[in-house]
């Protein structure tokens, strides 16, 4: 039979795998929203049961609502998915959280208000990170946090392969540490490529920081940033193994000691201090130099469209109870995320330090579904992420891999 719409955006769904600190197993069972004093919240943290900080904030925030707040958590896909079928069943909760990328896709489907409808004020929150939820100029939900990709760096590799890490400021700076770092006897530099939505996240930097353009994966841009990473699988700079890496797994790569740097995020500043060896973190640097535009990773706030539109109000209570600049510093404390404001983000570094380098790395970011692409992204990330595995397999030069991308992508 013919797919409809809605089983289209299922299956696009379905290729957004979780991307933030966040990401984890099967939650449990959800429902619909019931009358009188209790509403419904679905997020993607199963991770944190109702004694954790995250679930004592989300009960209060129910509570300052006059309301018991039933709280259910999925892993970010199956979030997604119950969220389509729910609204087709019209049983949606009355407050969700999901992965960025998914909003675009949830607005196509016709179940998330905007914000501006339910009177929610968005201003303050940095334009690139709010990007992420805006459709057509409107913004369709209040995002709770960011967080995204820098370089780690372990001090005492380096120092032994005689490498300043303020040296890496480009392409063939940061590759000529790695043949340092090799020629000590270390290891060079360890991402994830694996054939999820995790592999597109870390080859986005590169591909940007190049220049590339997702409408165009072919271009010679695209081509060079494909080059880079396979080049420096070939040398031996990076593993193999990089191809089934998912973030976590090349985290523990880089917790070894063994190797110089590690692509990964904001989230691992707590394991990075439990690693046993001193660290440090630069952005990760574009083609010809500066700071390469990183995607961002983190949650909106949202509120799904309801039959009674009288529950709104006490929705619209919540999500400001969540994402107001008092409840801010603490969540995103919580899940080590850099706040979406310029306000918290300044006490967030006051109180931390090392989430300096961070903060600049959120400021320069940009939204996956971002510039018009909302929900044709997932038909151009799956595309790519094959043409990484293609070309760092070395069953495809990285041109034919990304010409064959390209040709699935307009296809898509």
């Known amino acids: 039979m013919i797919p409809t719409r809605r089983t289209l955006l299922v299956v696009a769904l379905a290729t957004l795998l979780p991307l933030t600190a966040c990401g984890g197993g099967s939650g449990s069972s959800g429902s619909s929203s019931s009358a009188g004093g209790t509403y419904t919240f679905w997020d993607p943290y199963p991770q944190f049961d109702a004694s954790s900080d995250w679930g004592k904030r989300v009960a209060a925030c129910g509570t300052a609502a006059g309301v018991k707040l039933k709280r259910a958590a999925y892993d970010t896909t199956d979030l997604g998915n119950k969220a389509l079928l729910a609204a087709q069943q019209g049983n949606a909760p009355d407050v969700m959280l999901v992965d960025n990328p998914v909003v675009s896709t949830l607005v ?215 994402t107001s600049d008092a409840n801010l510093l603490p969540t995103d404390t919580t899940l080590m995320y850099v706040a979406p404001t310029a306000a918290v983000q300044a006490e967030q570094v006051t109180k931390n330090p090392e989430l300096k380098p961070w903060v600049a790395a959120v400021a320069a970011a940009r939204g996956r579904t971002s510039g018009g692409l909302g929900t044709k992204y997932p038909t151009i990330s799956q595309p790519m992420w094959t043409a990484v595995q293609a070309a760092l397999s070395g069953s495809k030069s990285p041109q034919d891999a990304l010409n064959a991308a390209q040709a699935a992508a307009s296809r898509g």
């Open 108 to 322: 196509e489907a016709g179940i998330l208000n905007k914000t501006s409808d339910l009177g929610l004020d968005t201003a303050s929150i940095q334009k690139n990170i709010i990007g992420a939820g805006t459709i057509d100029g409107a913004a369709y939900g209040v995002p709770i946090g960011a967080n995204t990709l820098a370089l780690y760096y372990n001090k005492k590799v380096l120092s032994a392969a005689g490498v300043d890490p303020a040296s890496i400021t480009d392409w063939a700076s940061l590759t000529a540490a790695l043949k340092k770092v090799k020629a000590a006897g270390k290891k060079g530099i360890t991402f994830s490529a694996i054939n999820t939505e995790e592999g597109s996240f870390q080859f986005l930097p590169w591909f940007w920081g190049a220049g590339g353009d997702l409408t165009q994966l072919d271009s010679a841009k695209g081509v060079a940033a494909l080059t880079l990473w396979k080049q420096w699988v070939d040398a031996g700079y990076a593993p193999k193994d990089v191809l089934q890496n998912t973030q976590t797994t090349s985290w523990q790569e880089f917790a070894t000691g063994d190797y110089a740097f590690s692509e990964n995020g904001t989230w691992q500043l707590g394991n990075a201090d439990k690693a046993g060896f001193p660290y440090g973190v630069v952005n990760i640097p574009g083609q010809n130099g500066g700071s390469a535009p990183v995607p961002t990773g983190g949650e909106f706030v949202t509120v799904p469209v309801q039959k009674d539109t009288s529950r709104y109000e006490v929705s619209k209570k919540i999500v400001g109870c969540l």
